[in-house]
Protein backbone atom coordinates (compact mmCIF):
# COMPACT_ATOMS: atom_id res chain seq x y z
CA UNK A 1 0.00 0.00 0.00
CA UNK A 2 1.51 3.77 -1.15
CA UNK A 3 1.49 6.49 1.56
CA UNK A 4 1.78 9.70 1.72
CA UNK A 5 1.02 12.91 3.62
CA UNK A 6 -1.23 14.11 0.89
CA UNK A 7 -3.18 10.83 0.80
CA UNK A 8 -3.26 10.67 4.37
CA UNK A 9 -4.55 13.88 4.55
CA UNK A 10 -7.24 12.97 1.69
CA UNK A 11 -7.95 9.97 3.27
CA UNK A 12 -9.07 11.46 6.96
CA UNK A 13 -9.81 14.83 6.28
CA UNK A 14 -13.37 16.10 7.82
CA UNK A 15 -15.32 19.32 7.36
CA UNK A 16 -16.51 21.27 10.10
CA UNK A 17 -20.31 22.52 10.85
CA UNK A 18 -20.37 26.15 10.02
CA UNK A 19 -22.37 26.69 13.30
CA UNK A 20 -19.00 24.99 15.01
CA UNK A 21 -16.62 27.84 13.24
CA UNK A 22 -15.34 30.88 15.63
CA UNK A 23 -12.66 33.16 14.64
CA UNK A 24 -9.69 33.38 13.85
CA UNK A 25 -10.15 32.73 9.41
CA UNK A 26 -6.64 32.62 7.32
CA UNK A 27 -4.77 35.73 7.64
CA UNK A 28 -4.40 37.53 4.15
CA UNK A 29 -1.59 35.65 2.77
CA UNK A 30 -2.82 32.35 4.17
CA UNK A 31 -6.03 33.25 2.02
CA UNK A 32 -4.66 34.31 -0.97
CA UNK A 33 -2.52 30.71 -1.07
CA UNK A 34 -5.74 28.84 -0.21
CA UNK A 35 -7.42 31.17 -3.50
CA UNK A 36 -4.13 30.19 -5.73
CA UNK A 37 -4.55 26.53 -5.06
CA UNK A 38 -8.04 26.62 -5.84
CA UNK A 39 -7.70 28.58 -8.88
CA UNK A 40 -5.60 25.59 -10.48
CA UNK A 41 -8.17 23.45 -11.16
CA UNK A 42 -8.66 21.61 -14.43
CA UNK A 43 -10.92 23.54 -16.54
CA UNK A 44 -11.64 22.49 -20.45
CA UNK A 45 -9.96 24.78 -22.66
CA UNK A 46 -8.83 27.29 -19.85
CA UNK A 47 -12.35 29.29 -19.84
CA UNK A 48 -11.89 30.18 -16.05
CA UNK A 49 -15.92 29.72 -16.09
CA UNK A 50 -15.46 30.68 -12.51
CA UNK A 51 -15.64 33.70 -10.20
CA UNK A 52 -14.67 33.57 -6.63
CA UNK A 53 -16.09 36.53 -3.98
CA UNK A 54 -14.38 36.53 -1.16
CA UNK A 55 -17.03 37.86 2.17
CA UNK A 56 -15.26 39.32 5.50
CA UNK A 57 -16.29 41.50 7.93
CA UNK A 58 -19.05 43.79 6.88
CA UNK A 59 -19.75 41.98 3.27
CA UNK A 60 -21.34 38.76 5.16
CA UNK A 61 -23.96 41.20 7.35
CA UNK A 62 -24.84 43.01 3.55
CA UNK A 63 -25.12 39.41 2.10
CA UNK A 64 -27.28 38.45 5.29
CA UNK A 65 -29.67 41.60 4.86
CA UNK A 66 -30.12 40.49 0.94
CA UNK A 67 -30.80 36.89 1.39
CA UNK A 68 -33.17 37.26 4.25
CA UNK A 69 -34.98 40.19 2.74
CA UNK A 70 -35.34 37.65 -0.28
CA UNK A 71 -35.87 34.59 1.75
CA UNK A 72 -38.59 37.13 3.66
CA UNK A 73 -40.50 37.91 0.83
CA UNK A 74 -41.51 34.60 0.19
CA UNK A 75 -41.82 32.23 2.97
CA UNK A 76 -44.60 31.42 5.30
CA UNK A 77 -42.31 31.83 8.32
CA UNK A 78 -41.99 35.29 8.45
CA UNK A 79 -41.12 35.46 12.11
CA UNK A 80 -38.51 38.21 13.72
CA UNK A 81 -36.94 34.45 14.41
CA UNK A 82 -36.20 33.29 11.23
CA UNK A 83 -35.55 36.76 9.92
CA UNK A 84 -32.38 36.69 12.03
CA UNK A 85 -30.94 33.59 11.39
CA UNK A 86 -31.03 34.21 7.74
CA UNK A 87 -29.29 37.36 8.24
CA UNK A 88 -26.78 36.17 10.61
CA UNK A 89 -25.90 33.31 8.28
CA UNK A 90 -22.59 34.28 6.89
CA UNK A 91 -21.69 35.76 10.22
CA UNK A 92 -21.09 31.52 11.22
CA UNK A 93 -17.32 32.18 10.06
CA UNK A 94 -14.85 34.52 9.64
CA UNK A 95 -14.02 34.29 5.91
CA UNK A 96 -16.77 33.01 3.64
CA UNK A 97 -15.82 32.54 0.07
CA UNK A 98 -19.02 32.33 -2.78
CA UNK A 99 -18.23 30.29 -5.85
CA UNK A 100 -20.05 31.19 -8.93
CA UNK A 101 -20.24 28.72 -11.54
CA UNK A 102 -20.09 31.08 -14.94
CA UNK A 103 -20.13 28.79 -18.12
CA UNK A 104 -20.03 30.26 -21.14
CA UNK A 105 -21.29 29.68 -25.23
CA UNK A 106 -18.39 27.50 -26.41
CA UNK A 107 -18.83 25.79 -30.04
CA UNK A 108 -17.29 22.08 -27.90
CA UNK A 109 -17.17 22.07 -24.43
CA UNK A 110 -20.49 21.64 -22.90
CA UNK A 111 -21.97 23.32 -19.82
CA UNK A 112 -22.05 20.76 -17.80
CA UNK A 113 -18.30 20.35 -17.69
CA UNK A 114 -17.92 24.39 -16.79
CA UNK A 115 -20.25 23.19 -13.59
CA UNK A 116 -17.95 20.57 -12.71
CA UNK A 117 -14.84 22.75 -12.85
CA UNK A 118 -16.39 25.03 -10.61
CA UNK A 119 -17.16 22.46 -8.49
CA UNK A 120 -13.58 21.43 -8.63
CA UNK A 121 -13.01 25.24 -7.29
CA UNK A 122 -14.88 24.21 -4.05
CA UNK A 123 -13.72 21.24 -3.30
CA UNK A 124 -9.91 22.54 -4.11
CA UNK A 125 -10.62 25.91 -1.47
CA UNK A 126 -12.04 23.16 1.15
CA UNK A 127 -9.29 20.98 1.19
CA UNK A 128 -6.62 23.80 0.61
CA UNK A 129 -8.51 25.57 3.69
CA UNK A 130 -8.49 22.14 5.88
CA UNK A 131 -5.10 21.26 5.05
CA UNK A 132 -3.86 24.12 6.76
CA UNK A 133 -5.94 23.42 9.69
CA UNK A 134 -8.66 25.55 9.22
CA UNK A 135 -12.44 24.50 9.89
CA UNK A 136 -14.24 24.22 6.46
CA UNK A 137 -18.05 23.63 4.89
CA UNK A 138 -19.03 23.65 1.57
CA UNK A 139 -22.72 24.58 1.94
CA UNK A 140 -25.71 26.09 -0.58
CA UNK A 141 -29.03 26.11 1.48
CA UNK A 142 -31.50 27.92 0.47
CA UNK A 143 -29.67 31.19 -0.40
CA UNK A 144 -27.61 30.04 -2.67
CA UNK A 145 -30.64 29.46 -5.59
CA UNK A 146 -31.79 32.96 -4.40
CA UNK A 147 -31.86 35.50 -7.68
CA UNK A 148 -30.42 38.37 -5.21
CA UNK A 149 -28.05 36.90 -4.16
CA UNK A 150 -26.72 35.96 -6.91
CA UNK A 151 -26.69 39.52 -8.62
CA UNK A 152 -25.31 41.03 -5.01
CA UNK A 153 -22.20 38.34 -6.03
CA UNK A 154 -21.88 39.69 -9.28
CA UNK A 155 -23.44 36.34 -10.89
CA UNK A 156 -24.93 37.79 -14.39
CA UNK A 157 -27.49 35.40 -16.14
CA UNK A 158 -26.85 31.99 -16.64
CA UNK A 159 -24.46 31.88 -13.76
CA UNK A 160 -24.68 29.36 -10.37
CA UNK A 161 -23.54 29.87 -7.16
CA UNK A 162 -21.97 26.67 -6.78
CA UNK A 163 -21.55 26.94 -3.05
CA UNK A 164 -20.44 28.71 -0.35
CA UNK A 165 -17.24 27.62 1.29
CA UNK A 166 -16.81 28.72 5.07
CA UNK A 167 -13.59 28.80 6.75
CA UNK A 168 -12.88 29.70 9.89
CA UNK A 169 -11.38 27.74 13.38
CA UNK A 170 -13.21 24.59 14.87
CA UNK A 171 -14.53 24.89 18.19
CA UNK A 172 -15.06 20.96 18.71
CA UNK A 173 -13.56 18.61 16.90
CA UNK A 174 -16.42 16.78 14.31
CA UNK A 175 -17.30 12.92 14.54
CA UNK A 176 -16.29 10.65 11.71
CA UNK A 177 -18.88 10.58 9.17
CA UNK A 178 -20.37 7.57 7.61
CA UNK A 179 -19.12 6.49 4.44
CA UNK A 180 -20.18 4.42 1.52
CA UNK A 181 -18.56 1.11 0.85
CA UNK A 182 -16.25 0.99 -1.66
CA UNK A 183 -17.22 -2.13 -2.99
CA UNK A 184 -21.25 0.02 -3.21
CA UNK A 185 -19.89 2.88 -5.53
CA UNK A 186 -16.81 1.52 -7.42
CA UNK A 187 -16.56 -1.49 -10.05
CA UNK A 188 -13.79 -2.35 -11.52
CA UNK A 189 -14.28 -3.18 -15.61
CA UNK A 190 -17.28 -2.74 -16.99
CA UNK A 191 -20.33 -3.67 -14.89
CA UNK A 192 -22.39 -5.23 -17.65
CA UNK A 193 -20.06 -7.45 -18.87
CA UNK A 194 -19.47 -10.04 -15.24
CA UNK A 195 -15.40 -9.91 -14.93
CA UNK A 196 -12.72 -7.76 -14.76
CA UNK A 197 -11.64 -6.38 -18.13
C1 LIG B 1 -22.84 21.23 -3.50
C2 LIG B 1 -22.96 20.91 -2.04
C3 LIG B 1 -23.84 21.64 -1.25
C4 LIG B 1 -23.98 21.35 0.08
N1 LIG B 1 -24.85 22.08 0.83
C5 LIG B 1 -25.08 21.75 2.11
C6 LIG B 1 -26.02 22.47 2.88
O1 LIG B 1 -26.64 23.43 2.40
N2 LIG B 1 -26.21 22.09 4.16
C7 LIG B 1 -25.52 21.03 4.71
O2 LIG B 1 -25.75 20.70 5.87
N3 LIG B 1 -24.60 20.35 4.01
C8 LIG B 1 -24.36 20.67 2.73
N4 LIG B 1 -23.44 19.99 2.00
C9 LIG B 1 -22.70 18.88 2.65
C10 LIG B 1 -21.48 19.31 3.40
O3 LIG B 1 -20.72 20.28 2.75
C11 LIG B 1 -20.53 18.11 3.59
O4 LIG B 1 -20.81 17.11 2.65
C12 LIG B 1 -20.65 17.51 4.91
O5 LIG B 1 -20.47 18.50 5.87
C13 LIG B 1 -19.56 16.41 5.05
O6 LIG B 1 -18.34 16.92 4.61
P1 LIG B 1 -16.98 16.11 4.55
O7 LIG B 1 -17.20 14.95 3.66
O8 LIG B 1 -16.01 17.10 3.95
O9 LIG B 1 -16.62 15.73 5.94
C14 LIG B 1 -23.24 20.29 0.66
C15 LIG B 1 -22.33 19.57 -0.12
C16 LIG B 1 -22.19 19.87 -1.47
C17 LIG B 1 -21.22 19.07 -2.28
Known amino acids: MVSNSTLEFLKTRRSVLARNMTTPGPSADVLRDILSAATRVPDHGKLAPWRLVVLQDEARVSLGKIAADALFAREEDKSV ?110 PNLGSPQ
Open 81 to 190: DAYATSAAQFLRAPCVIGVLACPKAHPKIPRSEMILSAGAVCMTLLTAAQSVGFAAQWLTGEVAYEPSVLQALGGEAGDEIAGFIYIGTATEAPNERARPALDDVVTFGL
